[in-house]
């Protein structure tokens, strides 16, 4: 089964960008990648967010380096659960 996890994130300067996790378990085989969608991999982060710390997002516009604070958390629900079954999916 593969399953698609989107986390939106804005900078305070505007932009808005999206860190992206795909999970396939079929019990046989299992993978996981991150991929950061509108969002450069240059930022730096030290907190024991687990998703923020390996992929280091920051704001492509200006530079800021992006913490789960910047989790556009008014979107989080609806968001997530409709895109995620465009991932899933393949956009179908």
């Known amino acids: ?10 900078c305070p300067c505007g932009h808005r960008g999206s860190i992206v996790e795909s999970i396939y378990d079929d019990g046989h085989s299992h993978w996981y990648r991150a991929t950061l969608q509108g969002l450069s991999d240059n930022g730096h982060y030290d907190g024991t967010d687990r998703l923020f710390a390996d992929n280091t997002p920051a704001c492509s516009a200006c530079g800021r ?5 910047d989790v556009d958390s008014s979107e989080f629900m609806t968001r997530q659960l409709r895109r995620q079954a ?3 999916g393949g956009g179908k």
């Open 1 to 10: 089964m593969k399953v698609g996890i989107i986390t939106h994130v804005n």
């Open 65 to 69: 380096s992006l913490t789960p604070d």
């Open 86 to 88: 465009e991932v899933v």
